[in-house]
């Protein structure tokens, strides 16, 4: 009789092996490499089986109807969404642990549970301990179904019975499928259950929401493994002391990926933010100087935010660079545009950069807002209060163009500001015609930037 074919599974990093190892060569931990069970190996890939029909069609031939998508009751969600929820989809919400994760996924039961059946499968708490919780939000449905399980084979079983229209699962972290010997969490449970849940999306055309919580350590066995299979990825971000929280959509098969949703933790659950620059700014005192106010666009929204800089005498030999919610290497950029084109110094000085209200800034438009924060705070020259600039650094000390400009200097005059400062590019292609109610200045370089907070330049410094 042929001996049946052995193979060794990594249960952290699911690496494979023809025979066992003491340490996975994969992930480098230590006794983590069991004998895969038989339903693993045909789950390997490798079995023999008859290549099933290939199809094909004309993309013409291909006729589809309107998605149809469910509103969620919350429209920072629909719009991160891409415009609610598309039947049939697998949608991944991760975050930390206690960001608050569950708390959307409940509240959004409330409105959703009006016209459609739901059920809520819990790995994490008890049926009571839900309920507790949906009554301090507030949600009540006959259409809510709650269950405590987290076996996977077993939830799919029932959504198949059952065919409620919803289904969330809460947290993938915490579901086990009986396929694979290995514990909750590990890389092969949750990639095999992600699989089986996307399946089940699929067959069942029902939208799935699944939790899943980022590790301490950046995720391994977290939502990384999983972004590749879900359609939708929203991650959900904040600083569990501050009270707002960012949800942000990171892929979407059914929409952009540059929206945000703003919320609110409250003692009765989130609450959207629906005038975020507001909320970003609230707290700030002027006559500090390292302080600007810049206008970033997140998807279609313009949100205003400060740029702290704090420079200060450093005793280290290598002085200290800190950029939070600023990329740390476009930190380094800036500063040596600032030391090669325009003569100040910062080898001498700890530099940090924070981006107020934990708002991460990724576009090129903040560039000038933390050179002039970093300027205003190496010359301890206070930026006005009124004062919102944008702008591209760029290597000869220039001030490039960036889009939306229209947005942003509206957005500024909404909020009260008297004075912009931004790129001369941007600056000639606005319409004269219309009436911004702001003072708007054109800058080609950092230096002509620096001087236009101080002095009192013509409409467009030259
Ligand atoms: P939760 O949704 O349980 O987080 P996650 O599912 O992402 O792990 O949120 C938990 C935190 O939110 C917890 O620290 C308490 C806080 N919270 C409020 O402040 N107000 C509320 O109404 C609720 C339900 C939670
Ligand atoms: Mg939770």
Redesign the pocket.
């Known amino acids: 009789m042929a001996k049946q074919k052995q193979l060794f599974i990594c249960r952290e990093c699911g690496q494979e092996y023809p025979k066992w190892n003491g340490r996975c060569a994969g992930c480098g931990s230590w006794n983590s490499i069991e004998e895969a069970t038989p339903a693993e190996i045909m789950a390997g890939g490798k079995s023999a089986a008859p290549a099933g029909e290939f199809k094909y069609s004309r993309i013409g031939e291909i006729s589809y109807e309107d998605e149809t998508r469910y509103g969620t009751g919350i429209s920072e969600l629909d719009r991160v969404l891409g415009g609610g929820l598309v039947k049939g989809s697998l949608v991944l919400i991760g ?10 996924l ?1 509240q959004i039961c409330g409105y959703m549970g009006n016209d459609h059946t739901i059920l809520y499968v819990s790995g994490e708490e008890s049926e009571r301990q839900i309920k507790l ?1 949906a009554d ?2 507030g949600v009540a449905s006959d259409n809510l179904f709650l269950a405590s399980n987290n076996n996977c084979e077993s939830i799919i079983h029932a959504v198949v019975q059952n065919k409620p229209e919803i289904v969330i699962i ?2 993938i972290q915490t579901i086990t499928s009986n396929a694979i010997t290995s514990s909750a969490g590990s890389i092969v449970q949750v990639r095999e259950c992600t699989n089986a849940f996307m399946r089940m999306a699929k067959s069942e055309e029902i939208p799935v929401f699944i ?1 899943s ?1 980022v590790n301490k350590d950046g995720g391994i066995a977290g939502p990384k493994i999983m972004e590749h299979i879900v359609d939708t990825v929203l991650y ?1 971000e904040g600083e ?1 002391q501050l009270s707002y929280r960012i949800l942000r959509a990171f892929k979407n098969r059914f929409g952009s990926t540059n929206e945000i949703g703003v919320f609110n ?6 609450k959207e933010v629906t005038n975020p620059s507001e909320m970003m700014l609230s707290g700030r005192i002027s006559s500090v100087s390292g302080s600007c106010v810049v206008c970033s666009v997140e998807g279609t929204r313009p949100i205003l935010a400060e740029v702290q800089a704090l420079v200060t005498k450093s005793s280290l030999s290598a002085p200290r660079r800190v950029a939070n919610g600023f990329d740390y290497n476009r930190l380094y950029m800036i500063l040596a545009v600032l030391e090669k084109r325009t003569g100040f110094f910062y080898g001498g000085v700890d530099v940090y950069v924070n981006i107020v209200g934990g708002l991460r800034l990724d576009e090129p438009a903040a560039d000038l807002a933390v050179a002039m924060a970093l300027y205003s705070g190496l010359c301890d020259k206070v930026i006005p209060e009124k004062v919102m600039v944008f702008g591209e650094v760029g290597l000869g000390g220039e001030i490039r163009a960036v889009s939306h400009v229209r947005e942003r200097v509206k957005e500024a005059a909404r909020l009260g500001f008297e004075k912009c400062i931004i790129p001369k590019q941007n600056f000639s292609s606005l319409s004269k015609s219309e009436g911004y109610g702001i003072q708007i200045i054109g800058v080609r370089t950092l230096e002509q930037a620096f001087r236009a907070i101080t002095d009192k330049p013509k409409e467009c410094t030259e």
């Open positions: 975050g930390d642990p206690g960001i608050g994760k569950s708390t959307l409940l919780r301090r939000l809460d947290s939790v919580h959900f569990k933790m409250d003692d009765d659950g989130l």
